[in-house]
């Protein structure tokens, strides 16, 4: 008989939901990202959490205003990869169009209301872009750092 393997230590969680495509959908994956975070031992406040909740807020209001397909949900998917210190921030819509930016895109102006959420997607992540997926619709996926200089490890369970 084989001698018993150990078991590896598991070092990525993913989170998955799916939410209605309304300002109320977009407020609750905000509030259960950061939810989750504080289960993965990211706490609320620390600078990975608060990253993280304003690249979900502006992907999933993204979603909500302009991915939005009618009678249609969008997914939010997230990954945390405690050996590579890295999040990932996933938001899937069913709208077909890929949002139009590039870093050159001319700045909205001083006195509109919108405008901003992927100039703030690009300043706060470490990389972002968009992707098609399996059936209709687009990823829109952002990376953060799971941990800063000078910031504490999470303590593991």
Do not use: I
């Not at 969008?74 to 999040?87: C, H, M, Q, V």
């Not at 909205?108 to 992707?131: F, H, Q």
Request: hydrophobic fraction near 40%; proline fraction near 8%.
């Amino acid at each position: 008989m084989p001698a018993p393997r150990a078991q590896e230590a598991v070092t990525v969680s993913v989170f998955a939901q799916r939410f209605s495509a309304t300002r109320r959908g977009a407020r609750l994956a905000r509030r259960l990202a950061t939810h989750r975070l504080d289960l993965w031992h990211l706490s609320y406040g620390s600078p990975a959490s608060d990253t993280v909740a304003l690249v979900v807020a502006e992907l999933a209001a993204n979603a909500v205003l302009h991915g939005r397909a009618p009678g249609r949900d969008f997914e939010l998917r997230l990954t945390y990869d405690r050996s590579a210190e890295l999040l990932r921030v996933e938001v899937s819509d069913t709208h077909p169009g890929h949002p139009e930016w590039s870093a050159s895109a001319v700045q909205p102006s001083t006195d509109t209301d919108g405008g901003r959420g992927l100039l703030l997607v690009e300043a706060v992540a470490d990389r972002w872009g968009v992707t098609g997926r399996t059936g209709p619709g687009k990823t829109v996926r952002a990376e953060c750092a799971a941990r800063f200089p000078g910031e504490p490890r999470p303590v593991r369970p």
